[in-house]
């Protein structure tokens, strides 16, 4: 069983969604099959549970960890908003992201904030087990 507080990893994060049967749903999410922007009144909130986090802040031994990378990951020449992307845990968005299931029709849903010079805006995405990926991050040299 996962929590709020716990951090997945790739694996962890797969292995939740395919415990996941998905049913068909007509919320007020829509699809979001590619990120999208979702305003507090299409969050569902009484219908969400949050499972865990991809947003790892402090190391093993409890010290702060420097800020997540800003880098994507696109090998396939896909980019940020689409469906088809990746889905990898150490890159961006994902690694600012909170994991949630939906009560209503059971989908897995990462969900993060992006904040603009004059904006904050929440982007959701229906987690896909076969989009995920355990890419790492290039070496800093």
């Known amino acids: 069983m996962t929590t709020e507080n716990q951090v997945l990893d790739a694996q962890a994060l797969r292995a939740l969604a395919e415990r996941h049967t ?13 990120w999208e922007s979702v305003s507090g009144d ?7 549970q949050q499972l865990g ?9 409890g010290s702060p960890l420097p800020e997540p990378s ?7 020449g896909t ?8 889905i990898a845990p150490q890159f961006f968005p994902y690694n600012r992201c909170d994991v949630f299931a939906c009560g209503q ?16 805006d929440h ?10 990926t355990d890419a790492p991050l290039p070496d800093a040299d």
Do not use: I, M, Q
Request: aromatic share 12%; net charge negative; with cysteine.
């Open 70 to 76: 800003f880098a994507e990951f696109h090998p396939a």
């Open 22 to 34: 998905p049913k068909a749903c007509d919320c007020s999410l829509g699809a979001c099959e590619g």
């Open 105 to 120: 029709c059971d989908r897995v849903l990462l969900k993060y904030t992006e904040f603009g010079g004059y904006y904050v």
């Open 123 to 132: 982007r959701v995405r229906v987690l896909n087990p076969e989009r995920v």
């Open 79 to 86: 980019r940020y908003e689409s469906p088809e992307a990746p």
């Open 42 to 48: 299409r969050w569902p909130e009484g219908a969400v």
């Open 53 to 61: 986090s991809l947003r790892a802040t402090l190391d093993a031994d």
